[in-house]
């Protein structure tokens, strides 16, 4: 029986085969994963309806079951309309998940168009493609190496 919170088989497979600096994708329900991610990734799709499950829910799954060395989030162009708003709100809601999850891990913004080119990378293992609704809440995962 598994004693962390991710219990998705097929998930925790790929994760199991992944090694140090693989890439996961928590995708965002506009995120257009059928085309944008690695070239030997796999694509788990989460999206039951609109807003299940959420990027949250599925990172906060998936910190519990790997180390993760960097966590970064697509960064919003500066032309964007939405860049005058300033951070999208999720972005505090990783925040806290990464906290509750005992890391010192900031987020790290990657501008939109230089985001996907770090997703299209031979270590992109997975993308989890969610239902969330929330913009801008897309989050690549940097796998890290288990130190116990």
């Known amino acids: 029986m598994l004693k962390h919170q991710l219990i998705h088989p097929r998930i925790n497979e790929v ?18 994963a059928s085309h944008k991610r690695g070239p030997q990734s796999e694509l788990i799709c989460m999206n039951l309806s609109p807003g ?6 599925a990172l906060r799954a998936v910190l519990s079951a790997l180390p993760v060395d960097r966590i970064n989030t697509m960064g919003i ?27 010192k891990l900031t987020l790290e913004p990657i501008l939109k168009w230089d985001f996907y080119q770090a997703v299209a990378s031979p270590d992109h293992v997975l993308t989890i493609q969610t239902g969330d609704q929330a913009l801008w809440a897309n ?3 940097t796998i890290g190496c288990r130190e116990s």
């Open 52 to 57: 299940i499950i959420t990027c949250e829910q």
């Open 139 to 141: 989050v690549l995962l």
């Open 77 to 103: 162009p500066p032309n964007d309309p939405y860049a005058k708003k300033g951070e999208p709100p999720v972005w505090n809601d990783y925040r806290r998940v990464i906290a509750e999850a005992g890391l």
């Open 15 to 32: 994760l199991g085969r992944a090694g140090h600096h693989g890439l996961v994708l928590i995708a965002d329900g506009n995120y257009p």
